[in-house]
C-alpha cells in the first residue's frame, strides 16, 4: 500500500500494489477527472468502465465542465456499463445506462456507437453477458475500469461471496444493497442485477476506485486493511498492480496515517 494525502502515492507499497489519494470534497472531481483524461489522452481507444452511484458524480460534473470548456474530448472513448438493475423496462429513468446518459455520455461527446451496456430484459442472458465479455477481450481488454464500492464491499454488484474469478452474470443483490438503493425511489426494487465479473475488471491496465463520505469509512478500512477475502469483494481489487483508491477525507479516517 502506498498513501499519498493530496497526491499521487510514490514510494512506500504495503498491501499489494495499492494506492491510496486522499483529497478533499472539493479536489475530489478534479483528481479523478485527471486520470481519466491521462488515459484517454494517452491511449488510441481506450476502453473504460463507467459506474453510477454518489461517488462518481463530483467526477462527470468535472468532465462535463472540461469539455464544455474545450478542454476534454471523450471522442475515442469506448464506454462499457459497468452493471445493471434487473426486472427495470428499458429506458426507466433509474436504469444505469439512463443515468450514464444523463449524467455523462449526453453531455460530452462519446458516440452512441462507442456506448455498450448490460441488457437484463435480454431473452439468453447468460449468453448476452459471456458476448459482453468477448467483446471487451475483442477490443483488447478494458483500459480503465472506474469502480465504486458499496457499503458491504460490493464491486459493481459483485456481491459479498463473488471470488476473483468471475465473470459477468447475474446475480442476487444482497440485502444491504437493496437497502442502500432506496436511494434512487424505486416503486419495487429489483431484487438482481447484472454485473461485469470481478475477473474481467482485475485483468483491467488499470483501476481507480472512488469512495466519499462517513458512511464508507468502515468499508474502506476493510477493503484496505481487512484480510483479502470475497466475503468482501473490495479487498480482492489489492492484487492488482494498478489500482487507485481515491477517497475524499471522511472515507480514509479510519485509515492509518
Ligand atoms: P455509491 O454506490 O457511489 O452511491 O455509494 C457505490 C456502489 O454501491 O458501488
Not at 478533499?24 to 463507467?50: C, H, L, M, Y
Not at 469502480?147 to 440485502?175: C, M, W, Y
Not at 470475497?230 to 492488482?240: A, Q
Amino acid at each position: 500500500m502506498s498513501f499519498a494525502k493530496h497526491g499521487r502515492a510514490s514510494s512506500t507499497r504495503g498491501v499489494k500494489n495499492l494506492n491510496i489519494v486522499v483529497v478533499s470534497p472539493e479536489k475530489f472531481g478534479n483528481t479523478a477527472a485527471d486520470i481519466v483524461q491521462r488515459v484517454t489522452e494517452n491511449t488510441e481507444a481506450p476502453n473504460i468502465t463507467f459506474p453510477t452511484g454518489d461517488s462518481p458524480l463530483p467526477l462527470y460534473r468535472e468532465l462535463v465542465n472540461r469539455y464544455q470548456h474545450g478542454k476534454l474530448s471523450l471522442a475515442n472513448v469506448q464506454a462499457f456499463g459497468l452493471d445493471e438493475w434487473g426486472e427495470l423496462e428499458p429506458g426507466h429513468p433509474i436504469r444505469c445506462i439512463s443515468r450514464m446518459k444523463t449524467q455523462l455520455y449526453s453531455e460530452t461527446d462519446i458516440p452512441v456507437e462507442q456506448i455498450y451496456y448490460l441488457e437484463p430484459n435480454t431473452d439468453d442472458l447468460d449468453v448476452h453477458c459471456e458476448a459482453y465479455d468477448k467483446r471487451i477481450a475483442d477490443m483488447g481488454g478494458l483500459t480503465l475500469s472506474i469502480l465504486g464500492i458499496g457499503i458491504n464491499g460490493h464491486i459493481g454488484f459483485n456481491e459479498p461471496g463473488s471470488k476473483a474469478t468471475v465473470r459477468t452474470r447475474k446475480i442476487q443483490l444482497a440485502d444491504r444493497t437493496l437497502n442502500v438503493s432506496q436511494k434512487y425511489g424505486f416503486d419495487k426494487t429489483p431484487s438482481w442485477g447484472v454485473t461485469l465479473g470481478l475477473a474481467t475488471l482485475l485483468e483491467s491496465k488499470e483501476i481507480l476506485i472512488l469512495a466519499t463520505g462517513a458512511h464508507k469509512a468502515e468499508i474502506v478500512h476493510l477493503t484496505v486493511n481487512g484480510p483479502e477475502t470475497s466475503d468482501v469483494p473490495s479487498s480482492l481489487m489489492r492484487r492488482h498492480p494498478n489500482c487507485t483508491l481515491l477517497l475524499d477525507e471522511a472515507a480514509a479516517q479510519l485509515l492509518k496515517k
